[in-house]
């Protein structure tokens, strides 16, 4: 197997590397409560996925 003959640079090595980045989450609104979350999951706010009501989420007291 060929092996390379010289060493490549930092910078060289950094400009391959300059597309790896994390992409942010692709935040969609609950069409329940309106709350942004990610898509595809259920809603941490209203509990409610496609329509349904599929997890059971505990109110709050408002602190006043």
């Not at 390379?4 to 994390?22: A, C, G, L, V, Y």
């Not at 942010?24 to 996925?49: D, E, I, K, T």
Request: some cysteine; charged content about 25%.
């Amino acid at each position: 197997m060929p092996l390379p003959k010289r060493k490549h640079s930092q910078s060289r090595r950094d400009k391959r590397r300059t597309h790896w980045k994390i992409a942010r989450p692709s935040l969609s609104r609950c069409p329940q409560c309106s709350h942004a979350g990610v898509s595809h999951r259920v809603c941490p706010n209203c509990g409610f996925y496609r329509g349904r009501a599929v997890i059971a989420v505990k109110k709050s007291a408002p602190s006043s």
